[in-house]
């Protein structure tokens, strides 16, 4: 019995030893997940990238009402770009099957009717249900986009870093659902997570613009997104030059409207560095110039 | 002193009609399926799953997003996986435990001595399993509904009671494939997992195990392929996106189709069932 | 002469052993037993003997190897065979989550008991193992003896005319035996014919009309018990039962021992 309690003090003490000595070293090791305040990350770990990677891919495919790609299918015909609203609109019967293909054989043709095997978009009324139901209650699709927002919320939880998340939901608040004030929030809440990226800028100076016509701000803020672009993208080999695009077209446009002719002709003129319609673009510039109408309607979201 | 019988006659039964034997074979088999139904209700399992959908759907449902209260779709899909994973849950271990358990505690010995054939007692089990797993799914299906409905103001009952009742005969497949998993393996926990394995396996994959034979070399090609044409198709029963995205509901017909596509793989188990049972030694 | 209730002749049951290298094990070599309407037949021998592999045969849950066997003068294959038996296998656990109740409902459905007639039935048989006080308690709750009486209620559900007993006292205390004796001797009263296996040969002096001595798969004696006793000149049944499968005492290594202190 004595040599038993003695065993198990002498135990309890080794433990508490290597304790004291463990435990430092733990706190300070850089693969500690103790050292973030997130629970998220304490309980995922890295992994937490992947569910947001999922999350995301999830909001996709309620952007297109479940009819979405898996890992087996073709991606080519599918545009992944949807969700972000740079989709081009497609003909319904020319889309349907477009990465399912003809049916291979009939348990494939069978079980076409069991999932949503129609490209569609939320929002949208599906053309086969307007041509088979003539009651339906196209009203009730109005302002659907909201059911994409949960997964947005979750994929930007599990990854603060992951900025399309930011900008996505941010445009589908603002555009379809009138929330100025929350996609400005979240927009924020990205910021705070990434610091002066350039991306979440210009999403902010865009809401500042168009959402809350303040332009002094949205000008601030738009300039400030370029000098961050320069500074995160101009660096790389192969630079994001359609945000830069996008920023500048924003800023030449706000000038424009400002009647500051000189400050958009001096955005237009770099843009046209790195825009692909060269042509229109300098018809703006002879425009302001000018003062003559450009032949084509050019650019401007 | 041997014994000499060869001069005592035996004394006879009289011999039943055919009407009769058919009524005696339904009479056991309703018998049999009661007790499973009863042991089901009995347990805690089904309780604690039922609830643990409920907290989880309800918790997540009085989450707001971005100030947007009306938002419902997730919670339609949360609230559907779950009364997926809990009714496949219920149902697999459930059916893996039924013969099994009969055998360790020996109750299938005073119950084959009466008039109870072993094809008799496996089809009372499937049964039994089969409307067990079908009420509880009844509960989850009305708890969805109420929620979905609340959230949406409106109740699509057609699409709903189509998507139940293909997800009950995509159990009874489940429930005929585990009571053959629990006649030709040991131990219920082996069921249980290799069902499991299969079950979610199918789901996952089986729409695209065509695609995947293709990138295969051969003769794996051929046999995953082959794969693709005999395993029961149980993602076709899986009509959850349908339900989420407010689709139009399935076409009477092609929904007929797809529940008789389920009575042929549940009867096509049950038979290999009870031929596996019939031919196994039980002393 | 009266008709057999139970008959096998020639019955033989032959078993491939795995952990014998696939040798094959005869557990019945051609074994003839009748037994006859209202007789209590004592069924002994060793363990390993053949009892519970002639029971076996008897109720359809192995296949014989050749030779046949009867209930009622149907082939034992046929479940209707078993319409009119009840069985009491040696160590039953029933279903825990059922009560006595349930579970005697449950068999008299399968055995297609008018409904009208069940309630009674479940009374009497629950009377019968004095059981009424715990008759809506999940078996879970019941001790060993309960349960064994429970297995005896539930042989007798249908009003059987042929029990089949796979030692029906094995692990009851003494109570429990005399109870159970005391339902065997009861049922014989009542004209019912039992088949019972047991260890206990003092218990099957007393209620048994005729026995029968089965050793390694063979008959080896039949007889009423006197007749055994007088036979071979033994003071009781268990001395004949010991002479015939072939025990000395010098076998014994305690008796040995004992000889030896």
Known sequence: MRAYLLSLSLLTLVAFSLSTTLEPWFQSWAGSRTQTDNVIQVALGDSRRMFARHFYAKADAYFHKGYYPSVYDSKEGFDEKAITGNEKPHDDEKCEGDFLGKPHDWIDAFSRNFFPSRHVHVGECDAHDHKHDPDHDHAAEAGMEREILPWLRLSAEMDPQRIETYTVASFWLWTKLGKIDEAEQFLREGLRANPGDCEILFGLGSIYYEGWKDISRARNVLELSMVRWREQEGRKTEPNTLLLGQILNQLAKLEREQNNYPRAIEHYTLLKQVSPSKQSIQEWIDYLKTNQPPSKVPLVR | MNPTTHTIETARLPELPAREERAGTLNNVLAIAGVVIKEMYRRKDFYVLFVLTALVTLLMGSVTFFNQDNIVRYLKELCLFLIWAASLVITITTAARQIPAEREQRTLFPLLAKPVTRNQLVLGKFLGCWLASGISLLLFYVFFGAVAGAKEHQWPIVNYFQAAVLHWFMLGIVCAMTLLGSVVLAAPSSTNTIVLVVTVGILLIGRHLNKVALKLEEPVQSIVYGLYFVLPHLEIFDVRDLIVHNWSAIRWDIWAAGLAYAVTYSAIFLSLACLAFRRKAIN | ?261
């Open chain 3, 1 to 261: 002469m009266s008709k057999a209730i139970l008959k096998t002749e020639d019955l033989r049951v032959e078993y491939r052993s795995r952990e014998m290298g696939q040798e094959v094990k005869r557990a019945l070599k051609g074994l003839n037993l009748a037994v006859r309407p209202g007789e209590v037949y004592g069924f002994l021998g060793p363990n390993g003997a053949g009892k519970t592999t002639t029971m076996n045969v008897l109720l359809g849950f192995v296949n014989a190897t050749g030779g046949d066997a009867w209930l009622f003068g149907v082939n034992v294959r046929e479940p209707v065979a078993r319409q009119r038996i009840g069985y009491l296998p040696e160590q039953t656990y029933y279903y825990k989550f059922l009560t006595a109740e349930e579970i005697l409902r449950f068999y008299a459905k399968i055995f297609r008991i008018p409904r009208n007639e069940v309630e009674k039935r479940i009374d009497s048989v629950l009377k019968l193992v004095e059981l009424e006080h715990a008759r809506k308690r999940q078996i879970k709750t019941y001790s060993k003896g309960m349960q064994q009486r429970v297995g005896l209620a539930q042989a007798l559900i249908n009003n059987p005319d042929l029990l089949i007993l796979d030692e029906p006292t094995s692990g009851l205390d003494p109570i429990g035996r005399m109870k159970v004796r005391e339902i065997i001797l009861r049922l014989k009263n009542e004209g019912k014919t039992v088949f019972f296996s047991s260890h206990e040969l003092g218990e099957v002096e007393t209620v048994c009309d005729r026995v029968a001595i089965l050793t390694q798969g063979e008959l080896k004696a039949e007889g009423e018990v006197s007749e055994l006793v007088r036979l071979y000149q033994q003071p009781n049944l268990e001395q004949v039962f010991l002479k015939i499968i072939g025990y000395h005492e010098s076998h014994d290594p305690h008796h040995r021992d004992r000889k030896a202190a």
